[in-house]
């Protein structure tokens, strides 16, 4: 039971790191910013320049 | 305990040994997909447990005391120690593209053992190495890239020359892949109106995202999700509307100028409103399609239709044309080995890894997952009766307009089927027709659906809801495409605009908007050029463009695997050389042949040029199919392919023999063997940040 927890967290982990939530909330410790929309539009048009310039694979 | 350890490690060597050896031997009668599943699962397993973990240890002598970029340039964002599950997971979504699925379709036209023994030996002894090398490599070096590496390690010349070759390959496989979605949509009102619902999909959820819930990703995803399959549904209304099915039923050419347009709008637009959405969107769905095919081809556990080898390995295949050496090998590149996975390799993962260790689980490991997609696939498409399979896959130019003709044609070949049966298939499918349906996709979504189908409490329902699968997977197949499509046409803009800033500046700018929009253009004019072509070929465009493609791939990985080379050569002279050396010949050998003989085949089907002079002869003797016009485009394109290839073959040339200089210098002591490595700094890590 306990593996099986252990392995839905690390599901739930990998999503929001796919989603960008887990380096949204990166930042948001690192800057010590609060969460807001502005915010939020701020880290999403650096992190989507960044990665608009890396090929995707086929 | 380690007397059990060895025992379990023999008998799982024991397990992929039998079964690799009993489809390849006993392959008279049908063999059951579970025969596949276990002998690649178990030569991953032993693979990855003692070549994967040899290569760590004694060859690139992983640290775990020495400090990744991830810690010592940590910044919360980029750079940043991450879970090793997490980042494999991460990585593997970044890896897996549509090419390990239609690769392996294409390929089961030789049989379904060629192109399996392909996939597992390739990832095993090939793709996983490069992918782990290259990892390693950048991870070494702060997260550089493979074109800086290229230039750092091996000199300017051979930096050059893979961007350059990075570029063009792009542009082949954009066209490639747009190709595919074409052919799948063309003629279908149900899977041109999913698709076409997943652009409005995508520009809410970038609106959602950015301003009435900024941040929810995941609950933006799931909303999207649910409104993906509102779409299939949807769709199948629209296909049985009278007043509706004409708007969604389009040609092949239409659709084509619609996917161009839809590039540059897509490569021009902000990226919040639909390329971000999008990806988003695509990541999920893809993760989650592959996980449920796994599931269900563990629960349908169905038996392989096609033979072991057919009758078309003697190179008269009517998907594409060739033998089996070289073009197996080039057709399934990105499941075996693949040379865009270095740009990954080198790209976003090395800096998040958190320990040097994770590089093998996460290079080697998910290459082995991606392999395993393309083991699934080959699955899919073989558990589809052999008739089916040709009939979908030929194109018309070989199989004849009418059902009846393409069904006696198929049949001659000894895989008997019938105009009926495909027509009740269409009919099951929500099709109007499923003859010369090229490309793979409409094959391979079909057998999904049948495991899908069978897999699930509804599969009582058969043939009910196999229309809702078979479309169900299109739109997975084409969503990515498509998130590929647009992504790829504005990275192909960013490396133009780095290359032509050199010639005249103020095109490098990416701020400057005539730069941009006249950059965007031109990407879109070089891949939508090849679509067109491919559309007009008589023979499907894939015939010609998926091996101009594989070539391209596979000549990246050899590219890859020389600056590979080179490290291993400073690190430990000869003495591990043959771990990259031994894939980098076998690529180079593979793909020169298949682009000589792309180039230069005297047989119209395979040779460019001997196909161009086809088409001249019949010109100038008044017995050219179609107008004068069409017969003189066809001819230029073929010229053109050829030059291509050769430009390809050219690039990698020089990049093989710059690489040569630089080992024999350093192998006879008159160049410096300094890797560019940056200095060593032991890690603070602690482990509950791992």
């Avoid at chain 1, 739930?12 to 502005?38: F, H, I, K, N, V």
């Avoid at chain 2, 690769?103 to 996983?128: C, D």
């Avoid at chain 2, 490639?176 to 052919?183: F, I, P, Q």
Wanted: hydrophobic letters at 55%.
């Amino acid at each position: 039971m306990r593996q099986l927890r252990r392995l839905g967290k690390l599901a739930w982990a990998l999503l929001r790191e796919l989603a960008d939530e887990s380096a949204y909330q990166r930042r948001l410790e690192a800057t010590g910013r609060p969460d807001s929309a502005e915010e939020w539009r701020r880290f999403t048009e650096e992190r989507y320049q960044a990665r608009s310039t890396q090929p995707k694979c086929c | 305990m380690k007397l059990l350890r060895t025992f379990f490690w023999a008998a799982v060597a024991f397990a992929a040994a039998a079964c690799l050896g009993g489809i390849a031997l006993f392959h008279g009668e049908r063999v059951n997909s579970v025969w596949l599943v276990v002998a690649a699962g178990c030569a991953y397993a032993a693979g990855y447990r003692f070549y994967g973990k040899f290569i760590a240890a004694r060859v690139l002598a992983l640290n775990d005391l020495r400090a990744t970029p991830a810690e010592r340039l940590r910044n919360g964002q980029d750079f940043e120690p991450t879970n090793k599950w997490i980042l494999f997971g991460h990585h593997f979504a970044a890896i897996a593209g549509p090419g390990p699925l239609v690769g392996p379709v294409l390929a089961a036209q030789f049989g379904y053992l060629p192109g399996t023994l392909w996939i597992v030996i390739g990832a095993v002894l090939g793709g996983a190495v490069q992918d782990f090398i290259i990892l390693f490599a950048s991870m070494r070096r702060d997260g550089k890239s493979l074109g800086q590496m290229a230039r750092e390690e091996i000199g300017k010349a051979g930096g050059f020359a893979a961007l350059v070759t990075v570029l063009l390959i792009m542009v082949i496989m954009l066209a490639v892949m747009a190709l595919v979605v074409v052919n799948a949509l063309r003629g279908s009102p149900w899977g041109t109106f999913t698709i076409a619902a997943t652009m409005p999909i995508a520009v809410f959820m970038g609106v959602y995202l950015r301003y009435w819930r900024p941040g929810k990703v995941l609950e933006c995803s799931a909303i999207g999700s649910a409104l993906l399959i509102a779409a299939i549904f949807g769709g199948r209304a629209v296909a049985v509307s009278p007043s509706l099915a004409p708007w969604f039923t389009l040609s092949a050419m239409v659709l084509a100028w619609a996917l161009i347009v839809y590039g540059f709008l897509a490569s021009a637009l902000p990226v919040w409103l639909l390329l971000a959405p999008r990806g988003y969107l695509s990541t999920f769905v893809k993760l989650g399609v592959i996980l449920m095919l796994a599931v269900g081809i563990l629960l349908v556990r169905p038996q392989l239709q096609l033979p072991a080898f057919t009758r078309f390995v003697d190179g008269t295949g009517p998907i594409f044309a060739g033998k089996i050496f070289p073009f197996c090998f080039i057709t399934i590149a990105c499941g075996a080995v693949s040379g865009f996975h270095s740009l990954i390799a080198s790209g976003t993962t090395p800096k998040m890894i958190a320990r040097e260790g994770h590089a093998l689980p996460v290079g080697y490991g998910a290459m082995l997952a991606e392999s395993f997609v393309a083991i699934m696939a080959m699955i899919a498409a073989c558990t589809l009766q052999p008739g089916v399979y040709f009939a979908v896959n030929a194109p018309a130019g070989v199989l004849g307009a009418a059902p009846e003709a393409a069904a006696a044609t198929i049949s001659s070949w000894g895989f008997p089927v019938s105009a009926a049966g495909m027509a009740d298939l269409a009919r099951d499918a929500g099709e109007q027709t499923l003859f010369a349906r090229t490309g793979g996709a409409p094959s391979l979504a079909l057998g999904m659906a049948r495991i899908f189908a069978g897999g699930t409490p509804f599969g009582a329902g058969g043939r009910a809801v196999i229309g809702f699968w078979y479309h169900f997977a299109i739109m997975f197949e084409a969503l990515f495409i498509l998130t590929l499509i647009d992504a790829g046409t504005r990275v192909g803009r960013f490396m133009l605009q780095d290359l032509m800033g050199h010639a005249w500046e103020p095109l490098g700018r990416t701020s400057w908007m005539p730069g941009v929009i006249g950059v965007s253009a031109a990407i879109v004019a070089a891949w939508g050029f090849l679509l067109i072509q491919g559309v007009r070929d008589p023979l499907g465009g894939i015939n010609s463009l998926w091996p101009l493609f594989g070539i391209a791939n596979q000549l990246l990985a050899a590219i890859a695997l020389c600056l590979a080379t080179t490290i291993l050569i400073k690190m430990h002279g000869l003495k591990y050389v043959w771990i990259t050396c031994a894939p980098l010949g076998w690529l180079v050998t593979v793909t020169f042949t298949a682009a000589w003989q792309k180039i230069f085949s005297p047989t119209p089907a395979i040779g460019f040029l001997a196909q161009a002079a086809q088409l001249d002869a019949s010109l100038r003797a008044g017995t050219a199919i179609g107008p004068d016009g069409t017969v003189h485009t066809l001819i230029l394109n073929a010229r053109l392919d050829a030059v291509v290839c050769g430009i390809l073959l050219l690039l990698v040339t020089a990049i093989l023999l710059d690489s040569l200089r630089v080992w024999v210098g350093i192998l006879r002591g008159v160049r410096e063997a300094r890797l560019r490595e940056s200095p060593f700094v032991a890690s603070r890590l602690r482990a509950e940040e791992l």
